[in-house]
Structure formats: structure tokens, C-alpha cells
């Protein structure tokens, strides 16, 4: 051991126990700063100064404050590190004090926002800045207010932070908007809401409930305030119902306000619950209804009435339907009757119609056996029929209207209408139910529409019924027409040649003259193959020919004296009746008749008529015709006219060969008339009955098309054909021309000639003086010839006939502005009249001019002058 | 420069802490007692931030308590003066006065090896 080392141990205990006391000492002191019995503590500062720092000071109270706020309050250094931090803020990030303190703020701020916050926080360190930021915690963390206000401490950049919660400001503000929400709809719903508590009392009550209810309804029972009834009358409680979790939907109920109103509603009742609380009330809501209701009942009533209208106008579409295609009013009645029975629902239902006096039953629904018979129409039926409109009775039973016979037919209530067209009673429709029924208005409006369509519907029946009888008939007329016209053609052409044959055998005297020019004419006009003319040699007993046609000269041969040794002939000459072949009946016949005539190759027909007067044989005409046929009457009649003509003629020369005198020309003259006569009976009967037929229609368009032309036209052939029979009887008749008027005689010819052709004809009488009797017949029967010529072969247009009758001179002109000829050239065949024309003039002594040319019409002019010589 | 750390605030049970002793790689458990913002208290907790971020990163477990708000923490922990540092784990427990700006002598005392860098 050294010196050093040698320290007493004396020297060591005595050390030990001083720095046992210090040790005490400071152990006490420290003591004694800690159980506070210090107030202050004497600190050696920075600055080397004695710093004295107290232990309870004036800067409690802002700590007191720091930590009772319920903002966070933080001091961040410029990194971000926390470096103070109070409960609040501990309790806003989520975490305790201790650790919050020491870690950095960053690392509380939810992932998503730390970019804005890093950002936030270097702004911070300048100038207040402060933001919204999420930090991290349960159920997503919370939504913070971040306040940062930069501090300056000796130097140090520091922040000074404060957070706000906002979650549960937010929470609140969202509450109030929708609480505000809440209520603005509340207030606008047009439905009644009413939020009851779960004592059944109203605590919230929209404005529309409080108008519904009449009344205040806040803080009393609902069902006091709003007693609701179901559609059964019975008592409707919606909170009781519903108390339970389910809700109640869409009842429909009836409130009746203390007012007396009453309102249809639609209840809708929901439990009231909350999140804390649970069932906490009821929600009641109440639509009106009430009007839509009524709406809905008129529409459903409107629809049920249009659906009636409807059927009730297919009911009548059908009839009318009906009534075109059925043909019978039976049917038509009986379809009427079963579709207004079958309409209207009714048991039993009738269609009577006028008859005589009473009525007849023409249909009845359902039928009776035996029949339907007449009834006298009873009460009921005489009652509308009277009245003329319809007529309901709701209890025939008891009704004095109703006869016994009505009443037993069993029907309770009766509906019937009139069928009317125009005032005219047709007859009744009536229906029957033989339970009580009520006809309203509408039944009986469509009952009346059906008598209406009934009694049209009847009327065109019978209407079409008659028509299709004048249809029937009018078309009989037609074609009665159609062959009367026909019939009246073939008449005209007889007509028309018997008078040109007329003249020509007025003519001359000559009988071979008048043979051959009665043929000649006749030949193209009839069509014939061949024709002779004989005239009776008494002293030969023989037929001489007197002019034949179509013959070969070697057969025979005019003035040929033919024997009379055939059969036929002899028949005709010995009988005097006429003898038609129409067919041969022997080789021997035929090759007799028409011995080499070249007839023999083909067949024919031919008739000879005998020329005779008063019982004496004239003469014979014989006509051939081909092909092999009956002869027709109106052919025959034709035939035997012209043989009465030439028969006149004959006799007429006969008698002037034989006789003179007043006598011979009287007994011509009854002839005459007698064929005048004969002639107007059987043409102009034919002509009449037409000409009345046609007049007889009516002008119906009941008559087709063609037999209204066909009226027309017989109309027009019956007035030329009247003419012509007037001028073929003035031929005949018994006053000579001189004895007739010249103008009469004029007209008659003008007329004529009208009538036969489409010519216009005008005549222009001049003159002072009267026309000479002795020129009545020159100047008649040129003007009649010239005429003649027109129509044949002038196809003119129009005529004329001047007369002009002058002391001096006396002129005749007739003119057409027809075709013309050449004057200078060969006269025509035909144009013989112009010959006898001539003859004529001279004979009078009078001049005859021709002024004519090709295209250029016609002139013929006769000109008497007193004592002049007649040119030769 | 910011790290990015949750700060945990547990400290795992003490089986955890006695096996994280003894591989070595201890945890430390360190508790700063401070005066609310008091100069010193807010350099005391810089400085052991900075500390323990730069050597003892991942494993320490800090907690900063101010022994205004939680002065009955201090009594028993027989604070009487701050900032005081107080080392809990690993063992023995150490204190330190001060605001610990001499990183050496914190280091020293915490037995921790300083990291370089």
C-alpha cells in the first residue's frame, strides 16, 4: 500500500459520512422541491445569468384552458413533429397524448389527403392557412378542421395547429337540412299527413291535414280528429292496424267531416321509428280522392252508355242491313222485331202495319203457334197510333189504356213507337217485358229510331217491289217498242214505195207504161229476182206480158202471150186468189214457173197476185224472191197493196179505153177511197197503238237507257209515217187536187217529205191572187216529184218549195243544196220523174226549168205564163 | 425529410421485449417527461426524435409526457425536474436531465451504439 493509498481508514469513514450528509442533504432538498415546498428554483440560465423559474405560475390558467377546449390545440416544429399536444387533440387523432407527442401529424392524416397536407403545411410555416383533412381512426377515421398559424419562437420555425371535428358538425348540419327538407315537404303535400305518437296523438300534422279535418288537429286523438269508415260501413282504425311492423297500404276510406262533407281517401299508414328509440310513432297519410272518385263514376257511367249506344247502333246498322238484302217485308218486319227484342232485353215484341181499318200483325217475336192473324190493336197499339209518338206504360197490369186481350198476353211494362214516313201512319212497333222494367229515356229514344228506320225500310220495300214491277214492265215496253219500231220501218218502206208506186201508176195511162215503171221501181226496192206484170186477154184467154224483170228475153218475152195451162196459174186466174210457192213442191212446178230463168239452180220463192176489180180479172203480177222462206204478213200485205194499186190503175184504163163519164170516174173514185181507207185502217192503227205506247211512258228511270231512244225514235217515225199516210191518202182520196187548197195540198207534200228523210223543207206561199184550179195538179205533182228526186238522189240537207201566184205569172221553184247532177248528160234510168215532170208543165202550158250541176244542187223551176206557147 | 411511421404507442408483451433483448436488437422503450412547450421541452423532444430516427429507427418505442397534463406520471416516476429522459427498456434503467442536446453523452448513456451517417 502506498502513502496515497494509505488514506486512513479514519480518513475514509470521516469522507463517508460527508457525503453521507450531503447526499442527505441534496436527497432532502430534492425531497423537498418535490412535495412542492418550493415555490422556485434558482437556476444558472444561458446567458450565464441566475434565472429564477416558479413552479405554479400565471400560464396555468391558459393550460387549464388549452385542456378543457374541445379543439385539438398542437405546436408543430417545421418538420411537422409534434411537439406539444393537448387531450383534445389526443382524443380528434385517435390516439393518446403521449404518442402523439414525438410523432409527426403527417403520419395521422389519411393516406389519400397527406399531399394536400404536406402542402397545407409548408403554407402554414408562412401565413394561416386552414383545410379540411381525414385522419385515420375507427370507421373510417373523421373528417378534421385543420387551423395552422406559423410561430416564430427566437428563431425557431413552428407551427401552431388547431383541429376541429367537423364529423359531428357536419352530422348536424346534414340533420338540419334534412330536417328542413322534411318539413318543406310536409308542408307542400297534397296529401294529409299526420305523424301520431305512440299514444295514438297527433303531433305533426300537415297544412292539408289541418284543412281536411276542419279543424286543429296538433295534441289530439287521431281517431278522434279523423274518424275513418271502410266501404263496409265498419269502423276503420289505422294506427291500431299497423302498431305492429307491417304497414298499411292503400285502403280506401270514408271520412265525414262534422260540416256534414264527405270525401273518399286513400290511407296510407307507416310505423315511425328511429335509430335510438326504435318505434317511436305512426305516420299517417291521407289522399283525397273524392272528386277523382265522382270523375271515375261519371266515366264509368258514360262508358256504360256509350257501350249501350253502341250496341244500340249496331243493332239498327244491322236492321238496315237487313232491310236491303231481305226480299220480303215478312222478313224484313220479322228481322226489325227480333233485333229490338232481342236489344232491349225485352220478352215479347210485335210489328203490326196498317190494314184496311185496323192492323195486321206482320211479325211477332217470339212466333205463335197457328199463326200471327189481325189483330184490332188493342188499347196500347190505337193509343200511339192516335197520339203518333211513343208511348211507355210501366204496369200494363193496372193501366186503363191496356185491353183485356193486351193484358193477357202477360207483359208487366210495354214501350212501343208509330212507324211514321212523313204523317203517315204505317203501323206500330211496340216490345214487351213481362217483368217490371223501367224504359228510360235512352231505350225509348232507340226504340224510336228503330220504328223510323222500320218505316223506311218497309216503304222502300214495298217501293222496290213496285219498282221492280214497273222495271218488269217498262222493259216489256221496251221491247215491245224495239219491234214496233221495227215493225214501223218495214211499214214506212212499204209506205214509202206504194207511194212512189202510187205516182207511178198515176202517171199514164198507158198500161204497159205503168207495168214497167212499177216494176222497174219496185224490182230494187223489193229485193226481187224476178217480176211479171200480165195483163187478161179475155178474147184469148190468155195472159199477155206487160212488162217483165229479171227474165231472159227468150223466156218471156214482153206481149208474150203465156197460155194458161199451168195449174197454179189457172188456180189463180179461175179463183183469184193469190198463189204463193214458197217453196217448189214439184220440179215440174218450178220449171214451169221460172223455166229458164236460171232459177232453176237455186231455190226461190215467188208469189202471183191477181189484178182484178169488181170480180173481173185485170191481170196478173207475179213476184220471185230467193231462198225458201214463208212469205210474212206484213210482205203479203205489202204485195197485195201493190196489186191493188196496179189493179186501180188497170181498171182505170180499162175503163177510160171503154168508158167516159162522171160515172166511170165516180166508181174509180170509191175505189179509191175504199183502198184509202183500208190502207189507213191497218197502217195507221199500227202507227197509232205505237205512237200511244209512247206517248203512254213516262219519263221513269225505271226505264233502261235503250228503250227511252227507242221511245224517241218511234216518236219521230210515227209523225213521218203519219205524214206520209196523210199524203199517200190525199193520193187517194176522193177530192181531186183541184178541189183542195193549194197550200194544203203543198204542205201535205212538204210534210211528207219531212218525215221520210232528215231533209229540212221550208215552203214560201207568195202571191195576191188565187192559184188557178186547173193548176192545183201540175204544180202539186211536180212539187211532189221534184221532192221525190231530192230525197232519193239529192242527199241534200235542206229544200225549199216556193209558190208564187201572180195575175201575171205563176212559179214554182224547188230547190236543195243537195248534190246536183250534170244537166246535159244522159238522164239517169231512174230519173223518169223528171219526163212526166215535163209532160206535165207542158200539158199545162207551162215551161219546166232544170238548173243544176255537179255539187252545186239542184233548181227546178215550173213557170206559167198566160198565153204562152208551151216550148215542145 | 419525413418518415412515414405508425406510431403504435404499445410495446408488445414482455416475453417479446426479453427475446428482443437478448438476440441483441433490443427495443428500446424511452419516455420523455416535459413541461408542456417550455424551450427545453420542445429541444428535449427534437433532439431524442432525432436520435432515435437516426440510430435506433424501427426500434424504439418513444412516448412524450407532459408533466403538466399528467402530473401524477411524473410522481411516480419521481420526476423533479424536466425535460428528463428516462430509458425503461432494455435494462438498467438510466435517466437523463436535460434537453439532450449532447447526442454523445445520450448515446453513452442509453448504451447505444452510435450509427454513423
Not at chain 1, 152 to 164: E, F, H, K
Not at chain 1, 188 to 210: F, H, N, T, W, Y
Not at chain 1, 409 to 414: A, D, E, K
Request: proline share 4%; charged share 25%.
Amino acid at each position: 500500500m502506498t502513502p496515497a493509498e494509505q488514506k486512513s481508514r479514519d480518513e475514509l469513514l470521516l469522507e463517508l459520512d460527508e457525503l453521507t450528509l450531503r447526499l442527505q442533504e441534496a436527497e432532502e432538498t430534492l425531497e423537498a422541491i418535490r412535495s412542492g415546498g418550493v415555490d422556485a428554483l434558482v437556476v444558472a440560465a444561458d446567458s450565464g445569468q441566475e434565472q429564477l423559474y416558479t413552479l405554479d405560475g400565471a400560464d396555468r390558467v391558459y393550460r387549464v384552458f388549452l385542456e378543457s377546449i374541445s379543439q385539438g390545440a398542437l405546436t408543430l416544429s417545421g418538420d411537422g413533429l409534434i411537439l406539444f399536444a393537448n387531450e383534445a387533440a389526443g382524443r380528434l387523432l385517435s390516439a393518446k397524448t403521449e404518442v402523439v407527442v414525438g410523432a409527426r401529424l403527417r403520419s395521422f392524416v389519411r393516406a389519400a389527403d397527406r399531399g394536400r397536407f404536406d402542402a397545407l403545411l409548408e403554407n402554414g410555416l408562412v401565413e394561416p392557412v386552414n383545410a379540411e383533412v381525414r385522419v385515420r381512426g375507427r370507421r373510417g377515421g373523421r373528417a378534421l378542421y385543420l387551423s395552422l398559424h406559423p410561430l416564430r419562437d427566437r428563431g425557431d420555425r413552428m407551427v401552431v395547429a388547431v383541429l376541429s371535428d367537423l364529423s359531428g358538425q357536419k352530422r348536424t348540419e346534414a340533420a338540419l337540412e334534412a330536417e328542413g327538407l322534411a318539413r318543406a315537404v310536409f308542408e307542400q303535400a297534397g296529401e294529409a299527413i299526420v305523424v301520431c305518437d305512440k299514444d295514438g296523438l297527433v303531433i305533426r300534422a300537415s297544412r292539408a291535414a289541418v284543412k281536411l279535418t276542419g279543424r286543429q288537429p296538433l295534441f289530439h286523438s287521431f281517431d278522434d280528429v279523423l274518424p275513418l269508415f271502410g266501404a263496409d260501413g265498419s269502423r276503420v282504425h289505422p294506427l291500431r292496424r299497423s302498431s305492429g311492423s307491417k304497414p298499411l297500404k292503400g285502403q280506401e276510406v270514408r271520412f265525414d267531416r262534422e260540416d256534414g262533407r264527405s270525401f273518399s281517401l286513400i290511407l296510407i299508414a307507416n310505423p315511425l321509428k328511429t335509430r335510438e328509440h326504435g318505434h317511436v310513432g305512426q305516420v299517417v297519410t291521407l289522399a283525397d280522392v273524392t272528386q277523382l272518385k265522382q270523375a271515375e263514376e261519371a266515366r264509368e257511367k258514360l262508358v256504360r252508355d256509350l257501350e249501350k249506344a253502341n250496341r244500340e247502333l249496331e243493332t239498327i246498322e244491322s236492321l238496315s242491313r237487313a232491310g236491303l238484302q231481305l226480299t220480303s217485308i215478312d222478313q224484313l218486319a220479322h228481322a226489325i222485331v227480333s233485333h229490338a227484342t232481342q236489344a232491349m232485353s225485352a220478352d215479347e215484341g210485335a210489328l203490326l202495319l196498317t190494314s184496311g181499318g185496323g192492323f195486321e200483325v206482320a211479325a211477332l217475336v217470339p212466333p205463335v203457334e197457328g199463326g200471327r192473324g189481325s189483330l184490332d190493336g188493342g188499347g196500347f197499339v190505337q193509343t200511339i197510333a192516335k197520339m203518333r209518338r211513343t208511348l211507355f206504360v210501366k204496369d200494363a197490369q193496372s193501366s186503363r189504356l191496356i185491353t183485356a186481350d193486351e193484358r193477357q198476353r202477360g207483359n208487366h211494362s210495354l214501350l212501343g213507337s208509330p212507324l211514321l214516313l212523313e204523317n203517315d201512319l204505317l203501323g206500330v212497333l211496340w216490345v214487351g217485358w213481362k217483368d217490371l222494367h223501367v224504359a228510360d229515356a235512352g231505350q225509348q229514344r232507340f226504340l224510336e229510331i228503330i220504328a223510323a228506320r222500320a218505316a223506311q225500310g218497309i216503304t222502300a220495300r214495298i217501293l222496290a217491289d213496285q219498282r221492280d214491277e214497273q222495271r218488269f214492265t217498262a222493259e216489256t215496253l221496251a221491247l215491245e217498242l224495239a219491234e214496233a219500231n221495227v215493225n214501223l220501218r218495214s211499214k214506212q218502206e212499204s209506205l214509202e214505195l206504194l207511194q212512189e208506186l202510187s205516182i207511178l201508176a198515176n202517171s199514164s195511162l198507158s198500161l204497159s207504161e205503168i207495168s214497167r215503171s212499177v216494176l222497174r221501181e219496185a224490182h230494187g226496192r223489193l229485193g226481187l229476182h224476178a217480176a211479171v206484170i200480165c195483163e187478161m186477154d179475155d178474147s184469148a184467154d190468155a195472159l199477155r206480158v206487160l212488162a217483165r224483170t229479171g227474165f231472159r228475153d227468150d223466156d218471156v218475152a214482153p206481149s208474150q202471150l203465156a197460155p194458161i195451162d199451168d195449174q197454179s196459174l189457172a188456180r189463180l186466174v179461175r179463183y183469184g186468189l193469190p198463189n204463193v210457192t214458197h217453196e217448189s213442191e214439184s220440179p215440174a212446178d218450178r220449171h214451169t214457173t221460172s223455166s229458164s230463168s236460171g232459177v232453176e239452180e237455186e231455190d226461190a220463192r215467188w208469189v202471183a197476185l191477181p189484178l182484178k176489180k169488181r170480180g173481173r180479172m185485170l191481170g196478173v203480177v207475179g213476184l220471185t224472191f230467193l231462198g225458201r222462206r214463208l212469205f210474212e204478213e206484213n210482205e203479203m200485205a205489202l204485195y197485195r197493196s201493190i196489186a191493188e194499186l196496179l189493179s186501180t190503175a188497170f181498171e182505170n184504163a180499162r175503163v177510160h179505153r171503154e168508158e167516159t163519164g162522171t160515172q166511170m170516174k165516180e166508181a174509180a173514185e170509191e175505189e179509191r177511197s175504199r183502198l184509202a181507207r183500208d190502207l189507213h185502217d191497218s197502217i195507221t192503227q199500227a202507227l197509232f197503238a205505237a205512237a200511244l205506247k209512247a206517248e203512254a211512258l213516262t219519263e221513269d228511270d225505271a226505264i233502261p237507257t235503250h228503250a227511252i231512244e227507242t221511245v224517241g225514235q218511234v216518236r219521230r217515225l210515227t209523225r213521218g209515217a203519219l205524214a206520209q199516210m196523210r199524203t199517200l191518202l190525199l193520193e187517194l182520196r176522193s177530192d181531186p187536187p183541184e178541189d183542195v187548197p193549194i197550200d194544203q195540198l203543198l204542205r201535205t207534200v212538204v210534210e211528207a217529205t219531212e218525215g221520210r228523210s232528215s231533209i229540212a223543207v221550208t215552203l214560201t206561199l207568195r202571191g195576191e191572187v188565187e192559184l188557178a184550179r186547173d193548176l192545183h195538179a201540175p204544180v202539186y205533182r211536180i212539187a211532189q216529184e221534184a221532192l221525190n228526186n231530192v230525197v232519193r238522189h239529192a242527199k241534200a240537207a235542206h229544200a225549199s218549195v216556193e209558190l208564187v201566184v201572180e195575175p201575171s205569172h205563176v212559179q214554182l221553184l224547188v230547190h236543195d243544196d243537195g248534190c246536183g247532177f250534170e244537166p246535159d248528160g244522159p238522164v239517169p234510168p231512174t230519173h223518169l220523174g223528171l219526163r212526166s215532170m215535163r209532160e206535165r208543165a207542158t200539158e199545162a202550158g207551162a215551161q219546166l226549168r232544170l238548173v243544176t250541176a255537179p255539187g252545186e244542187g239542184t233548181l227546178v223551176m215550173f213557170d206559167w205564163r198566160p198565153h204562152e206557147v208551151p216550148n215542145a | 425529410m419525413m418518415v412515414d411511421e405508425h406510431p403504435s404507442g404499445s410495446q408488445g408483451s414482455f416475453e417479446e421485449q426479453f427475446e428482443q433483448a437478448a438476440a441483441g436488437d433490443e427495443r428500446y422503450v424511452l419516455r420523455l417527461y416535459v413541461t408542456g412547450q417550455t424551450p427545453r421541452s420542445l429541444r428535449a423532444i427534437e433532439n431524442i426524435k432525432r436520435i432515435c430516427e437516426k440510430h435506433l429507427a424501427g426500434r424504439y418505442d418513444l412516448e412524450v409526457i407532459d408533466i403538466y397534463q399528467r402530473p401524477s406520471l411524473a410522481a411516480g416516476e419521481r420526476i423533479i425536474a424536466a425535460p428528463t429522459l428516462v430509458k425503461t427498456l432494455p435494462m438498467p434503467i438510466r435517466r437523463f436531465v436535460g434537453d439532450l442536446s449532447d447526442t454523445e453523452k445520450v448515446l453513452f448513456g442509453l448504451d447505444v451504439i452510435p450509427k454513423s451517417g
